[in-house]
């Protein structure tokens, strides 16, 4: 549970007043601090965080490397299986916790797999967008209404990395759909590049929107930096050259 918050909080707003922080510290009868901590124990074993100068506590224990490998070992389960975590010890439903509506879908196996795709798709927003601060790696706009977790590699191509955050862009709605239609791409020195199809269009709001920021660089996390090999693949085979 408190890796899940790890991933959620931008580490720099992980204290002890943290409202997020305290409401998990009461419902599994710890003190903010302590939740804190744990999470400064992560963030030790973060190497973007690392890269960065941002330094989590000291006294991590082995445990907390446990945790930490298995999470980046196996993200769709365990993402799920943190959330199942948080709504049993808050006495919820779990669509209650995540906040997804379910009305008119089906009961039995068909209604457990559409909740844990939506569970574990609201896991992955909050993951992208806190990771880059609520803001558009491309353009910079910070209104998180029009935000979205963009997946790198489509959700439909490889199991393994539809919740690895590492393949994960946040973009606003424009650029997100630009992105999944190949239109734009980034390479893997994070450098932004635009379909020769939309720069040869002579159009103003072309050039405003899209064409500008083509070799530009995204502004990168301060965790889950996406991975190289799944920028290579939107490249490779998403990107209209």
């Not at 030790?44 to 000291?58: H, M, N, R, T, Y």
């Not at 379910?102 to 992955?124: A, H």
């Not at 635009?194 to 995204?218: M, W």
């Amino acid at each position: 549970m408190a890796f899940n918050l790890y991933c959620k909080i931008p580490f720099q707003k992980a204290s002890s007043t943290n409202p997020d922080i305290i409401r998990i510290a009461k419902i599994i009868g710890r003190s903010p601090n302590s939740v804190k901590m744990k999470i400064g124990n992560f963030g030790s074993f973060d190497p973007e965080l690392k890269k960065k100068g941002i330094v989590g506590l000291a006294n991590a224990s082995a445990l907390d490397k446990e945790i930490w490998d298995e999470f980046n070992g196996d993200w769709e389960k365990l993402a799920f299986e943190s959330e199942r975590l948080i709504a049993e010890f808050s006495k919820k439903n779990l669509e209650q916790v995540v906040d997804i509506d379910l009305d008119n879908l089906p009961v039995g196996k068909e209604r457990e797999r559409i909740v844990k795709t939506r569970v574990n798709q609201n896991f992955f927003r909050q993951t992208i967008l806190s990771a880059y601060n609520e803001t558009c790696c491309i353009t910079g706009l910070n209104i998180s209404e029009l935000l979205i977790a963009s997946h790198i590699v489509p959700w439909s191509k490889k199991k393994e990395a539809r919740m690895n955050p590492r393949n994960g862009l946040c973009l606003n709605t424009l650029h997100d759909k630009a992105f999944d239609r190949g239109l734009i791409t980034v390479d893997a020195d994070f450098t932004i590049r635009v379909s020769p199809q939309i720069i040869n269009l002579k159009n103003e709001a072309v050039v405003d929107f899209l064409v500008k920021y083509d070799g530009k660089k995204i502004h990168t996390p301060d965790r889950f930096v996406p991975e190289k090999d799944f920028l290579k693949y939107h490249n490779d085979y998403i990107f209209k050259k």
